[in-house]
């Protein structure tokens, strides 16, 4: 068997493909040409020194490796001090953890009830971003003070709602982003026009899901413009 090597980057999955992005490229992959899709976790028997990963069987008999990630860990619960800002929730535990949790990046607040250092209690579990990854930050305390907490949360999760119709294109373009697409890739990634991308990213904005934070100018020359450049070339 030839060298393997892993190599870093991100998944991109819509209804109808499946992309692989690197540095080194992209590689596109139809739904329809997947025939079958086996997770693999031996650690006696480790693919270029990675024992938990995916393999994709298409049709053209050739195997697509991606290492599996997303893996929840369950770090238990610690005692902490909890401050309420205006904009935020601050939490620092004993250990030294700081955590933030930024009412504008809230995605959803639950709350429930559920054994917490051997007393059952109320716990808020809210799901929010933070410095943009998805992560999951569970509260517990006196039943009224997480239910307050969970109210305050919630202006995050009614902003943030995810309630929205969106057409096949505007899915693309924000599965793109989130997997960390460049705005200025986008075109070329999801094999749209530029000017129906630029719809899309206006149409975003006013919804609220984009926040515009720059405008690409394009340019062209001017007949003064091609012969100063000409004549700096026949310079050189």
Known sequence: ??????????????????????????????????????????????????????TLKTGGDVEHLAVEGGVVRDTGWEKGQLKIEEASVALALTSGQFVEVEIDEVG??????????GETRT??????????????????????????LASL?????E????????SEQESEVLMALYSGVSPFQIPEFVGIDVDTVEGIF?????????E??????????????????SEATDEE
């Not at 992309?19 to 590689?27: D, I, M, P």
């Not at 959803?108 to 250092?117: K, L, Q, S």
């Not at 515009?212 to 450049?229: D, F």
């Open 108 to 117: 959803t607040v639950e709350t429930t009830e559920t054994e917490v250092m």
């Open 159 to 166: 902003k943030n709602t995810t309630d929205v119709d969106l």
């Open 202 to 210: 206006d149409g975003l904005t006013e919804e609220g899901i984009l």
């Open 123 to 148: 716990v808020a579990e809210v799901s929010h971003t933070q410095e943009a990854t998805a992560v999951e930050t569970h509260v517990s305390g006196v039943g009224r003070q997480v239910t307050v």
């Open 212 to 229: 515009e934070q720059r405008t690409r100018r394009e340019v062209e020359l001017k007949a003064r413009g091609r012969h100063i450049a």
């Open 153 to 157: 949360l919630r202006r995050g999760e």
């Open 1 to 54: 068997m030839p060298d393997l090597e892993w190599i870093g980057g991100r998944i991109l999955l819509s209804n109808k493909r499946l992309v692989l992005a690197s540095n080194e490229g992209k590689r596109t992959i139809p739904l329809a040409s997947v025939q079958s899709i086996t997770s693999r976790q031996d650690a006696a028997k480790p693919l270029a020194k990675v024992s938990n990963y995916i």
